[in-house]
């Protein structure tokens, strides 16, 4: 019997908990295991692809860090998993502040108690389409001081907001909102070699989900959210391709979705 959370139905997935899932994960329930199990049957190399994403999250943080940003702020963040932001940031900068945003309870249960010792990190409900809310959080401004440079992460989250105006609208609030010399990492997921009826099984899997939805995107489109960013070298790239280190994994040539990334300093 699958442990019961207060408002959560364990028979509607999660895209936290599918991500988990197929990061090798535990915190997950039967109906998020079923939905991934689908997922991997659409686009085999979607394990691949998550596990690139989240190497992408370690060279990105890293990247940040190296310019001399202390404050991050992870919007979407999912369930603790290896290299999370704050351990990344932490061992680069130990005085590195961290602030996790999601709208799901079981984040929030699991990051919490991850964290409960670590009081340069928390772990807040929010939820990306509503960001003067989160802005406005007491505890986001007294964790994180928006004069000084933050460090926004908006990775495997932006496709879930299918309306592009809005999701444009959604990023540059957050823009206008961050100091000189912050940094904003996104990952996004595109189309890669699906041809229409797989993509339109994918969306109708998704509007099963806590999400409703998910939206590829072409690089050109995903690049519009780096409007009044400088995009850093290489730019807006593959996942593998921004910045790889010695002796990371390349994906693999199976078909499925792929995905574009990119990092920007606000001027």
């Known amino acids: 019997m699958e442990k019961?959370?207060?408002?959560?139905?364990?028979?509607?997935?999660?895209?936290?908990?599918?991500?988990?899932?197929?990061?090798?994960?535990?915190?997950?329930?039967?109906?998020?295991?079923?939905?991934a199990e689908k997922v991997i049957q659409l686009t085999p190399n979607v394990r691949e692809g998550v596990r690139s994403n989240?190497?992408?999250?370690?060279?990105?943080?890293?990247?940040?860090?190296?310019?001399?940003?202390?404050?991050?702020?992870?919007?979407?963040?999912g369930l603790p998993t290896q290299e999370n932001v704050h351990q990344v940031a932490l061992r680069v900068a130990p005085e590195s502040h961290v602030v996790y945003v999601d709208n799901d309870p079981i984040v929030l249960t699991h990051g919490r108690?991850?964290?409960?010792?670590?009081?340069?990190?928390?772990?807040l409900s929010g939820d990306l389409r509503?960001?003067?809310?989160?802005?406005?959080?007491?505890?986001?401004?007294k964790h994180l001081d928006l004069g000084q440079p933050v460090g926004l992460l908006l990775l495997a989250v932006l496709h879930f907001i299918p309306d592009d105006d809005v999701a444009q609208r959604v990023v540059a609030t957050l823009r206008d909102r961050l100091a000189p010399g912050s940094a904003l990492a996104i990952s996004?997921?595109?189309?890669?070699?699906?041809?229409?009826?797989?993509?339109?099984?994918?969306?109708?899997?998704?509007?099963?989900t806590s999400a409703g939805s998910a939206t590829p995107r072409s690089s050109a489109q995903i690049r519009r959210f780096f409007d009044g960013f400088t995009l850093v070298e290489p730019g807006l790239v593959p996942t593998d391709d921004?910045?790889?280190?010695?002796?990371?994994?390349?994906?693999?040539?199976?078909?499925?979705?792929?995905?574009?990334?990119?990092?920007g300093l606000l001027p």
């Open 4 to 35: 019961a959370f207060p408002g959560i139905d364990p028979a509607v997935p999660s895209v936290a908990r599918i991500y988990d899932y197929l990061l090798g994960g535990k915190d997950n329930f039967a109906s998020d295991r079923a939905a």
């Open 54 to 77: 989240r190497r992408f999250l370690s060279r990105a943080v890293r990247f940040m860090a190296a310019t001399g940003i202390r404050q991050f702020l992870d919007i979407g963040a």
């Open 113 to 123: 108690a991850l964290l409960a010792d670590n009081d340069q990190t928390i772990v």
């Open 130 to 141: 509503e960001p003067e809310a989160i802005l406005a959080d007491p505890e986001v401004t």
């Open 188 to 208: 996004h997921l595109s189309f890669g070699d699906l041809d229409e009826e797989r993509l339109r099984e994918g969306r109708e899997l998704y509007t099963k």
């Open 242 to 263: 921004w910045r790889p280190e010695e002796g990371d994994p390349r994906l693999p040539a199976l078909p499925g979705v792929d995905g574009f990334v990119g990092v």
